[in-house]
């Protein structure tokens, strides 16, 4: 399987609990972007990252919310703490040049459940 | 501020009726503007890339357009298969908008 990898397809936490959402990106892809993604709502940017770089994390939380990609291994959203309101679609895209206009392929996403 | 809007929200179509789904767009420094299909419970599935206004992609039955403000995706003699929604996007510098996407129908 070429595309985006995401795992897990569905996690559910109790409120207080940490969230790790992992993201594998596309074979030749340096770049990823994190998006959440609320019922009736349209995909919201969170975060742009390199290998061991952010490059924008314009549209992440202040609070609870931080997002890596380290030199070996998938990028890691890790939500702290978690609310209800953290319940969501979290979608990684991926990308393949950092330059120009950047077509992204999107993961099958994680479906965050908070009891 | 940048904003994607796309219209309408919803659309039914009865199988070979075409019809046309809009992007309209306000953002500063458009690298370029992207069309997904993303079916329930999966992730967007790119369509297009439209770089500049008068440029035309097209791909079996959908047909994408851009001019400097807006973007239409046609879809020629639709097929229930085609049932999706469809969101467009514009990318800036870092940043990538989503509109909320156009929920199409297509009744055999």
């Known amino acids: 399987n070429a595309g985006v990898m995401q795992n897990p397809r569905h996690l559910v936490r109790r409120r207080g609990q940490e969230a790790r959402l992992r993201c594998s990106p596309m074979?030749?892809?340096?770049?990823v972007y994190w998006y959440r993604q609320l019922p009736e709502e349209g995909l919201k940017f969170m975060v742009y990252?390199?290998?061991?770089?952010?490059?924008?994390e314009s549209g992440m939380p202040k609070e609870r919310f931080s997002a890596e990609f380290p030199k070996e291994g998938p990028s890691i959203l890790r939500i702290q703490q978690v609310v209800r309101g953290d319940s969501a679609a979290y979608f990684c895209a991926s990308s393949r040049s950092e330059r120009g206009t950047r077509e992204q392929f999107f993961g099958p996403g994680t479906r965050l459940t908070v009891l | 501020e940048d904003q994607v809007t796309q219209s309408p929200e919803a659309l039914r179509l009865q199988e070979g009726e075409s019809s046309s789904l809009n992007c309209s767009y306000t953002v500063s420094g458009l690298r370029g503007l992207f069309w997904y299909r993303q079916d329930p419970g999966k992730g967007p599935e790119f369509l297009f890339t439209l770089y500049s206004a008068g440029e035309e992609k097209e791909k079996e039955r959908l047909k994408a357009t851009l001019t400097k403000k807006e973007s239409f995706l046609h879809i020629t003699a639709p097929k229930p298969e085609d049932s999706a929604t469809y969101l467009c996007a514009v990318q800036t510098r870092n940043q990538f908008y989503f509109g909320t996407g156009t929920s199409l129908t297509v009744i055999p």
């Open positions: 990252l390199q290998k061991e770089n952010i490059i924008d």
């Open positions: 074979k030749g892809h340096s770049h």
